[in-house]
């Protein structure tokens, strides 16, 4: 079972607090205060929020699609988006459907609107895709 409601707490602070929302920053959950601004990711938004929950667990960026009941293929989705990542979807995967923009490139310091949207349409496409089941 995905955990849609972390998703959706990750969806909202990047709706409310877009300047806290970086594709190119996956900090150490010790590293992120929700107080200050520390900008994150998607995956650095979801281990913060699975560590307020559970703050002995121990998270990674290899295994935290795990923790939120995702697989490998919504990992590379959701938290890596670069084009070669788009690649490794198979053909056969619903995540190959995806009609977002898979050609934008993250790889800077400051993330733009278009990265911020597309980060939202992600997320809402997993949801979407669990929320059926």
Request: glycine share 4%.
């Amino acid at each position: 079972m995905a955990r849609l409601d972390i998703l959706k707490k990750v969806r909202e602070l990047i709706v409310e607090h877009p300047e806290m929302f970086d594709y190119s920053e996956w900090p150490d959950r010790h590293q992120i205060d929700i107080h200050c601004g520390t900008p994150a990711c998607v995956g650095g938004w979801c281990e913060f929020f699975l560590a307020e929950e559970n703050p002995s667990n121990d998270f990674s960026f290899m295994t935290i699609y795990k923790k939120l009941g995702l697989t490998k293929e919504e990992n590379y989705f959701l938290f890596y988006p670069a084009p070669v990542h788009f690649r490794k979807l198979s053909e056969d995967s619903y995540l190959h459907a995806y009609q977002g923009d898979k050609e934008f490139d993250y790889g800077h310091e400051h993330t733009n609107e278009k990265e911020i949207q597309e980060a939202l349409n992600r997320i809402d496409f997993i949801i979407a895709h669990y929320s059926q089941e």
